[in-house]
């Protein structure tokens, strides 16, 4: 088996293994499944990180590579456009989604926020203060949950899709993307993706996680840094998640309209048509791959 083969298989047998078994053992323990739950939060911690541990093991002592490709700098300074760019991605897909449930008449959503706060907090007096602080507290949450985000990215991005059709990097794109939802399969059939129906959601979640690898690769290919993915991955978490339910709880269906939702696909899928038809999804700035990387197996 050649080396790169072989440094593939160990890491998705670790990422999946280890993801897998935290999130089948939370469920036999009967811990609650929800965003809002911190006790479920902070024992998915180890989840969050498997691809990240399961880059590092393969590269240290599997294949022996290193990091030299691993893109652990920043690059601020020249690439912060970037990395502007990963921060209010989740802006302009919102603003897709208002538009399209608008014009599909699907959805009316609520820019005062407060249809969603009451069903949040019955009774609360909500006041223009904490209305300004609900709008920017996901912008700083982008920030905080970016090193976390790193966990997931530092194993995808920087490891998987550099390596997988490694020639092709379109192809590379959506064939992680396509492992990246299969990776999800038992948080989304626990109902923490907040599906209607969850089997649906098993069956779309994969476009999402396809057409979010186009851009998260991208991004790390241009800046030759995993920083700027794993800001534009907590970006979308943070960012998205929250303004869809601020906008849409209690008026739609989040299947739909959600920043995981049906319609979240159309303003992706024009980004990544950019990134595509331009010719931008090339190998730029980073570290040459170790000489069995850039060789398929």
């Known amino acids: ?40 939060q902070l024992l998915t911690l180890p989840v969050e990180f498997s691809p990240a541990l399961a880059a590092i093991i393969v590269r240290l002592w599997v294949t022996h590579e290193g990091f030299a490709d691993a893109g652990l700098r920043l690059y601020l300074r020249r690439k912060w456009s970037y990395y502007v760019f990963a921060l209010f991605l989740p802006l302009f897909v919102m603003a897709g989604i208002v538009a399209l449930a608008a014009l599909l008449r699907v959805g009316q959503p ?15 007096t909500i006041s223009p203060p904490m209305l300004l602080g ?76 396809v057409l979010l690898s186009i851009i ?18 907590s970006a979308f978490n943070s960012i998205g998640g929250a303004f869809t339910g601020l906008l849409f709880l209690g008026g739609a269906d989040f299947a739909l309209v959600g920043s995981n939702g049906i319609l979240a696909w159309i303003p ?25 990387a850039a060789v398929s197996s």
Not at 1 to 21: D, H, N, P, S, V
Not at 154 to 161: I, M, P
Not at 274 to 292: A, M
């Open 110 to 124: 609520d820019f005062s926020f407060h249809r969603a706060l009451a069903l949040l907090y019955p009774g609360l």
């Open 268 to 292: 992706l899928g024009a980004v990544c048509a950019w990134i595509v038809f331009t010719g931008q999804l090339k190998p730029q700035g980073i570290s040459p791959l170790p000489h069995y």
């Open 1 to 40: 088996m050649k080396t790169k083969t072989k440094g593939i298989l160990a890491y998705l047998l670790i990422t999946f293994g280890g993801a897998w078994a935290v999130w089948v053992l939370l469920w036999l323990l009967g811990v609650s499944v929800s965003r809002t739950s911190l006790q479920f």
């Open 134 to 209: 609900v709008a920017l507290s996901p912008l700083l949450l982008a920030l905080v949950q970016t090193p976390i985000l790193w966990g997931e990215e530092f194993g995808w991005r920087s490891y998987l899709q550099l390596r997988l059709l490694s020639e092709r990097p379109l192809l590379a794109a959506l064939a992680t993307g396509l492992i990246w939802g299969l990776w999800h399969a038992p948080v989304i059939l626990l109902g923490y993706e907040h599906y209607t129906n969850v089997w649906v959601g098993l069956f779309t979640f994969p476009v999402l996680t």
């Open 216 to 233: 998260f690769g991208w991004l790390r290919l241009r800046t030759g840094s995993i920083w700027s993915a794993s800001l534009a991955h």
